[in-house]
């Protein structure tokens, strides 16, 4: 059973940073692609950032050069490095696993970027 858990969410001023947290369980963490999507109340879910199994990278063109994904496959852990915080910013980020073609969620956590 895969299961992801988000943290580090939370409410922060426009100009302001804050590091999310997504931790992966049962599964073979290190080879498999992650990432970050996020949902604004009345938007579709939209990609912001990927990391291959072997640590390549991609971000969507709104959040290149203001936010960094990492991940520690010590830790089964990834992580979005968010700077420069906008208002559009806010929104539900929910990261994910992909394993043999399937996407597995986590729960999402709440950021709320205030102007």
């Known amino acids: 059973q895969v299961q992801l858990v988000e943290s580090g969410g939370g409410l922060v001023q426009a100009g302001g940073s804050l590091r999310l947290s997504c931790a992966a369980s049962?599964?073979?963490?290190?080879?498999?692609?992650m990432g970050w999507y996020r949902q604004a109340p009345g938007n579709q879910r939209e990609s912001v950032a990927h990391?291959?199994?072997?640590?390549?990278?991609n971000y969507a063109e709104f959040v290149k050069g203001r936010f960094t994904i990492s991940r520690d496959n010590a830790k089964n852990t990834v992580y979005l490095h968010m700077n420069s915080l906008k208002p559009e910013d806010t929104a539900v980020y929910y990261c994910?696993?992909?394993?043999?073609?399937?996407?597995?969620w986590g729960q999402g956590t709440q950021v709320t970027v205030s102007s």
């Open positions: 994910y696993i992909i394993i043999a073609g399937r996407y597995y």
């Open positions: 049962g599964s073979t963490f290190s080879i498999h692609p």
């Open positions: 990391i291959s199994g072997g640590g390549t990278t």
